[in-house]
């Protein structure tokens, strides 16, 4: 079947670290995968994708290889603000799963200045 | 363009009675999915729209139904709450079923 592990949080970091989020997958066939971000009291916002193995999404400073070898799409940034604490989300989308998303179990991000 | 909307965005009912939340996808999208959100169980897929029809279900009790109109708005429905439904029920608009757009979600309690 299909389904995404992400690393459990929360994670704390001081403004202009490094983050890494750690994400793994599990899916037949070939998956799109996504990292969605919720700031408080909000929905879900698309952050990056890559639809297939070796892509790189990136937006905002964000980055995320699709690594089918390892079946990973690990999220990365090299220096934090504040601005970014969230809840970031790991998801796929698989063949013939119709519109369904599959999503990790979100990772909560608090950036301290 | 608007974005998706969703209401109320808080409710708050007792056990047993039902609730009706709606979502107004993107202009243009057609599919448009169900999801509820809670810190234990995160994002569980509840059901998907297309021009009307219903394509996909997740695994909930059949007190939780939906139904999309033809200008694709969308509507779910609990029955007989339950003290587990409190939750952010989130709905997902689509244009070409490999991105979804949120709405900020319906926050709903249930005592």
């Known amino acids: 079947g299909n389904s995404v592990t992400q690393m459990e949080g929360p994670v704390t970091l001081s403004e202009e670290a490094f983050l890494t989020i750690n994400c793994t997958y599990t899916a037949t066939g070939y998956p799109s995968l996504f990292w969605y971000v919720q700031y408080p009291g909000e929905g879900l916002q698309l952050l990056l994708k890559a639809t297939k193995a070796d892509d790189k999404g990136s937006n905002k400073g964000f980055e995320a290889t699709y690594r089918k070898e390892t079946t990973s799409f690990h999220l990365e940034k090299g220096s934090v603000q504040v601005s970014d604490s969230a809840v970031y989300f790991c998801a796929l989308s698989a063949l013939y799963t119709g519109n369904q998303f599959y999503f990790g179990t979100g990772t909560s991000l608090t950036v301290i200045p | ?111």
């Not at chain 2, 709606?22 to 169980?41: E, K």
């Open chain 2, 1 to 111: 363009k608007a974005g998706v909307t969703q209401t109320p965005r808080y409710l708050i009912k007792t056990r047993g009675q039902q609730v009706t939340l709606s979502c107004s996808p993107i202009s243009g999208h057609r599919s448009v999915s169900w999801y509820q959100q809670t810190p234990g169980q995160g994002l569980q897929f509840l059901f998907e729209y297309f021009s009307e029809t219903q394509r996909n279900k997740g695994n909930f009790p059949g007190r939780f139904s939906g139904r999309q109109f033809s200008n694709s708005r969308s509507e779910m429905n609990v029955s007989t709450l339950e003290l587990g439904d409190s939750a952010l029920y989130l709905c997902a608009s689509s244009l070409d079923l490999r991105e979804l757009f949120f709405g900020e979600g319906s926050r709903l309690t249930v005592l």
